[in-house]
C-alpha cells in the first residue's frame, strides 16, 4: 500500500459534490469503501465526469477500485490532481479488472421468433446431412469387412453383444412382461363389457408381437446403450485417444464404431423375441387370473388366430431400430468437444434423438406394411 499522504493517515473520508465532479478527501481504504458502498447515496453510487482526489491523505487497492467505477464511461482521463504513486495504482488496479460482460440484448417479436425457428431448422438439417454422411462411412467400412472379414475385430464384437444383449435381458424381459399385464388387465375391462372377453388374446397378441414387443425394446435399448455408446466414444474422445488411434493408422469408425452397431443389429432382434415371449406370458398370466382363460385356451387361441406375420412384422422392424441407435449414438459420442458439459449434451441428445428417430420409422414402417396388406 503506498504511502500517500504526510498529514492526517486515518482521517475519514469525505465527498464533495460540484455538477458532475466529485471531490475525494481524507483516507479512501477498504473500511472507508464499504461505509460507501454500504451507504450507497446517489452521490456515492452515481457516476462522475471527473474526480479530484488532490485531498486524499491514503488509499489503498480498494479505494482504486472504488474511484474507476464512480467515473462515466469513457472518463477514464478525469481523475485529477493524482500523484505519480497514486496513477501508478489506479492503472495497475485498472488493467487487472475483470472486464464486464456485455450482454447482447435479447430479441423480441415475429421476425426474432421467425429467426430462431430458421436457425433450428438449419441446425436440424445440417445435423441430418452429417448423421447420413456418418451411415455412409459405416456402411462403406461394412463393406470392406464383408470382403475381407479377417478384419473385423470379434473380441470387441462379442463383448459388444455381451453388453447390449445379454446384460440387458432382465430389464427387457421385465418391462415387456409388465406390458403384457397391463394390457390384458385394461384389455379385459374394455371387453367384459361387450362379452368378448376371449378376445382379449387377439389383444394381446397383435400388440405385442407387432407393435410393443420391439418399439419399447428399442427405446430400452436406446436409453441404456446407445447413451452408453455416446459415454464410451466421446470419453475416449475427451481423452484424445482417438486422435491416438487415427495417428497409429487405425480407423476409429472399424475399431470403435462397427462393433457396437453390429452386436446391436445382431442383438436387438433376439431381446425383440424375449420381449414377445415375456409380454405373452405377461398377458397370459393375467387373462388367467382376471378373466379365467386358461393358459391351455390362450396357447391354442394364440396358435390358431394369430397370423406368423404379426411376429415377422415385429422382427423386421428390429435391424431397422438397431441401426439408427447405433449409428446416432456413436456419431453423438464421435462430435463431444473437450469438456464434462459437452459429454453431457450429446449423451442426452442421443437418446432423445433416438428414441425420436425409432418412432418416426415405426410409423413408416406402419404405414408401410398397412400399404402392402401385412
Known amino acids: ?63 482504486a477500485w472504488w474511484i474507476i467505477t464512480r467515473l462515466s464511461a469513457g472518463a477514464q482521463a478525469g481523475i485529477l490532481n493524482a500523484t505519480p504513486a497514486q496513477t501508478q495504482l489506479i492503472e495497475t488496479v485498472r488493467r487487472n479488472m475483470t472486464p464486464t460482460a456485455i450482454i447482447p440484448p435479447i430479441p423480441h417479436g415475429i421476425a426474432a421468433s421467425v429467426g430462431a425457428f430458421g436457425q433450428r431448422v438449419a441446425g ?65 375391462a374394455q371387453l367384459r363389457q361387450f362379452g368378448a372377453e376371449v378376445f382379449v388374446v387377439d389383444l394381446i397378441s397383435i400388440s405385442v408381437l407387432r407393435e410393443l414387443g420391439i418399439l419399447l425394446t428399442a427405446i430400452i435399448v436406446a436409453g441404456r446403450s446407445g ?24 480407423d476409429p469408425v472399424a475399431v470403435l464404431v462397427v462393433p457396437r452397431v453390429l452386436a446391436l443389429m445382431l442383438m436387438l432382434p433376439a431381446l425383440g423375441f424375449i420381449a414377445d415371449l415375456s409380454g405373452l406370458v405377461g398377458g397370459a398370466a393375467m387373462a388367467w387370473i382376471d378373466l379365467g382363460v386358461s393358459p391351455a385356451v390362450f396357447r391354442s387361441r394364440l396358435l390358431s388366430d394369430t397370423d406368423v406375420w ?17 449409428i ?40 408401410f406394411f398397412a400399404t402392402v396388406g401385412i
Not at 453431457?344 to 410409423?363: E, H, Q
Open 227 to 250: 447413451s452408453a455408446f455416446t459415454a464410451a466414444i466421446g470419453a475416449m474422445k475427451m481423452r484424445e485417444e482417438i486422435d491416438a488411434l487415427r495417428t497409429l493408422g487405425l
Open 124 to 188: 436440424a438439417a445440417q445435423t441430418a446431412k452429417e448423421l447420413l454422411s456418418f451411415l455412409g462411412q459405416v456402411v462403406a467400412t461394412l463393406g470392406g469387412l464383408v470382403l475381407r472379414p479377417g478384419r473385423l475385430r470379434l473380441t470387441s464384437l462379442v463383448h459388444q453383444c455381451e453388453q447390449v444383449g445379454l446384460n440387458a435381458v432382465p430389464i427387457v424381459a421385465l418391462m415387456a412382461f409388465l406390458i403384457g399385464v397391463v394390457l390384458a388387465f385394461q384389455g379385459s
Open 310 to 326: 404379426h411376429f415377422g412384422v415385429g422382427m423386421i422392424k428390429a435391424p431397422f431400430f438397431a441401426l439408427i441407435i447405433g
Open 328 to 367: 446416432i449414438g456413436c456419431y453423438e459420442g464421435m462430435r463431444v468437444g473437450g469438456d464434462a458439459e459437452s459429454l453431457g449434451r450429446r449423451t442426452s441428445t442421443s437418446v432423445v434423438l433416438s428414441i425420436f428417430m425409432v418412432i418416426v420409422l415405426d410409423a413408416l414402417f406402419s404405414i
Open 1 to 63: 500500500m503506498p504511502d500517500l499522504g504526510p498529514d492526517d493517515r486515518t482521517a475519514p473520508v469525505t465527498l464533495t459534490t460540484t455538477g458532475d465532479s466529485l471531490a475525494l478527501a481524507g483516507a479512501l481504504t477498504i473500511e472507508a469503501v464499504a461505509r460507501l458502498v454500504q451507504a450507497a447515496s446517489p452521490v456515492q453510487t452515481g457516476s462522475a465526469s471527473a474526480i479530484d482526489i488532490a485531498g486524499l491523505t491514503r488509499m489503498d487497492t480498494a479505494g
